[in-house]
């Protein structure tokens, strides 16, 4: 039954986009003509219905109220299901709302593109998408984010004469989207799958919709995918039903569920309709930890603490009192559940009382807690000490932190010492309570690098008694070593092979752990040599990869056992230059199409090859051709918008390349 949903979803897709379509093509075919459909990110343009086959769209776009057109692309079919893939990858960022196609329906529409020349019987869930990937439609990426366009579309054969030429609507005209209100009907659990229900009178532009899940109540919602989650819908009662089943399992759990409409473009409206269910029985409610009770031997005080998870579960909280443990309780008090302490008025000194507590469900089902005992003797009693604590190392000291239970609490002491043979001093002001983690962070002037600390926390209760100390935690100040650069950094050469010297650091730096050795090839980019030394006495260096061409610099820094690195001394040295041809005369650039054209002039005979090389802002040239023969090359392999730069070699007839000529630049229009 849910695959029938599944087919009747897409089938009301279906006719409400080519609806769509067909409104906005006057009085032609649906699909005729080009749509403008504005989205979160851009404009979805619908080329027409022609499959580019041997054919190419090309896009032209203006503002409303100007009369002139740019070009802003072309596109054409994809030449393999991996192309169609990749197109996917590509603009999948702009849908994120609708699931993406997959890989069973791209190989369902790579076949349709073999045996039909149009789309009229193309289908698929992501109609923006579908029409991407085949090449029937365009994403316009840099459309302003108010701005209104209109768009002409060009169908081109391959010879590049005209077919067709038509202009879209206006994108103004297609903006308003009006989503429904979404209704919560039901839910229900069974066999590990939970099912809940909305409903919504009118779809209006709906054409899909998604589902954001809370795993107990923490407000962390998360949009649930195809993969995750079953979606149908189905007619009930001249209202149209919503179904999501959430396969959650049989571990206990409660889920909070919220949806939002999505139209057939993705644009998807509010989160709505919030609805929650589990599989949490009626007897669930959350365990008590640390539940204590303390008297504080004064006023006749005794006071309850505790703590547990998923309070907006609970419709309450009793306490219950006995001077015996297994009868007698009597309820003293009625909560929230926010509350995680009371303070009890007991009746007279020197007797035992017990106490228990008693959650109410979401169910209304009573759960009851351990019972604990106090006995109140007049007489003052020191807080327990906070527990667990810890110490880590932060960037110019030591961060420690701690958890503490005790309801009774006014606040906390630090204290730090350099080694077990001193005692503690205090590290810290009073820390108030008030928090459900604490910490303080140790910037003292006092610490050292490369040391080691202890600390430990103690409890300061509210009548003035310290508690014994935490459990000792240690750490090491994150102090950053200011390291020296090596020193008299030198060379020799001996058959090829550079060895560099420097002096010994060991008899200053204390934590040296070893160097790093960097070389860079004329005016290139430092980089780390292999088998460098992590030997504290090893200063020195032997490199027999230098080639014979170019110039070379070399580079050492400390390296100390903290991970902290001195600045590079640096010494450079002359290769040995061989005889090698300039790059190319007379180079040029021009576009043609969807590529660029480069042609150059006449080189002397004693060449092998001319190599070309091609980078774009803030990236390394890249080998993108070698001519062996011809005095020209084409560079198909380009976006529109994005800027080039081409570099040149000439490689001699000894095969050895000479060095790259000055960078020419062309942006793709």
Avoid at 211 to 225: A, C, H, N, P, T
Avoid at 582 to 588: L, M, N, T, V
């Amino acid at each position: 039954m849910f695959q029938n949903m599944i087919n009747m979803k897409q089938l009301l897709l279906c006719i409400a986009v080519f609806l769509l379509l067909e409104n906005n093509a006057s009085a032609q075919l649906p699909g005729d003509v080009p749509v403008a459909k504005p989205v979160s990110q851009g404009i979805w343009v619908f080329l027409g219905k022609s499959i580019p086959k041997n054919m190419t769209y090309q896009i032209e776009r203006r503002k409303e109220g100007s009369r002139s057109y740019e070009k802003i692309g072309t596109t054409t079919v994809p030449a393999s299901q991996q192309e169609m893939q990749k197109r996917q990858e590509e603009y999948h960022k702009y849908f994120e709302a609708l699931d993406p196609i997959n890989s069973k329906d791209i190989i369902r529409l790579w076949e349709y593109i073999q045996k039909h020349s149009t789309t009229d019987s193309m289908y698929s869930a992501n109609l923006p998408m579908m029409h991407l990937v085949t090449g029937t439609a365009f994403f316009d990426k840099t459309a302003e984010a108010n701005g209104n366009y209109i768009y002409r579309v060009m169908l081109t054969g391959s010879g590049g004469n005209s077919i067709s030429q038509k202009e879209s609507n206006p994108s103004s005209s297609l903006k308003k989207v009006d989503f429904p209100k979404l209704t919560f009907i039901s839910k229900e659990y069974a066999d590990g799958k939970l099912s809940v229900t909305w409903s919504v009178k009118d779809p209006l532009n709906m054409s899909h919709f998604n589902i954001y899940r809370s795993v107990f109540g923490k407000d962390e919602y998360q949009r649930l995918g195809s993969g995750q989650i079953q979606r149908g819908v189905y007619s009930e009662n001249d209202l149209l039903r919503l179904l999501a089943i959430d396969p959650i399992g049989n571990q206990p759990g409660w889920y909070e569920y919220l949806i939002a409409p999505v139209d057939a473009f993705g644009n998807e409206g509010e989160r709505q309709a919030k609805a929650d269910g589990g599989n949490i029985q009626d007897y669930y409610a959350p365990p008590v930890s640390n539940f204590r009770a303390v008297s504080t031997n004064q006023n006749h005080e005794v006071r309850l603490s505790w703590r547990f998870e998923n309070k907006r579960y609970l419709n309450g909280i009793t306490v219950m009192r006995s001077s015996n443990y297994d009868s007698g309780y009597q309820r003293i008090a009625t909560l929230p559940v926010g509350d995680t302490a009371y303070t009890d008025m007991i009746p007279e000194t020197g007797e035992n009382f017990y106490y228990y507590l008693v959650l109410n469900s979401a169910n209304n089902n009573p759960v009851s807690s351990a019972k604990v005992f106090v006995a109140y003797t007049g007489t003052s009693e020191k807080p327990i000490p906070p527990s667990p604590v810890d110490a880590i190392t932060i960037p110019n000291g030591i961060k420690v932190y701690w958890k503490d239970d005790n309801s009774y609490a006014k606040g906390f002491f630090v204290y730090r010492r350099f080694n077990t043979m001193e005692d503690f001093i205090q590290a810290s002001p009073m820390i108030p309570k008030g928090d459900s983690v604490y910490s303080f962070i140790d910037t003292s002037g006092l610490l050292q690098r490369g040391e080691v600390y202890e600390y430990i926390v103690r409890t300061l209760s509210e009548d003035g008694q310290l508690s014994k100390n935490s459990d000792t935690v240690t750490a090491y100040p994150g102090i950053k070593a200011i390291l020296t650069a090596p020193m008299n950094l030198r060379y020799h050469i001996n058959d090829g092979v550079i060895t560099l010297m420097w002096d010994d650091m060991t008899d200053w730096e204390k934590n040296l752990l070893g160097y790093k050795v960097y070389r860079k090839v004329n005016n290139g980019a430092w980089e780390s040599l292999p088998n460098d030394s992590i030997q504290s006495k090893k200063n020195f260096y032997m490199d027999s990869t230098m080639s014979t061409q170019g110039s070379y610099s070399y580079a050492v820094a400390a390296w100390d056992h903290f991970g902290n690195e001195s600045e590079k001394a640096a010494i450079s040295l002359p290769g040995i230059k061989e005889m090698t041809m300039p790059p190319p005369p007379g180079i040029s650039l021009r576009q043609t199409g969807n590529g660029i054209y480069i042609t150059w002039g006449q080189t002397s005979e004693d060449y092998s090859a001319i190599k070309i090389y091609r980078s774009e802002p803030g990236q390394q040239p890249r080998l993108i051709g070698t001519v062996k023969e011809d005095d020209f090359y084409e560079d198909k392999n380009v976006a529109a918008g994005r800027l080039y730069f081409y570099q040149f070699s000439t490689v001699n007839n000894q095969n050895k390349e000479g060095g790259l000529s000055d960078k020419l630049s062309i942006r793709v229009r």
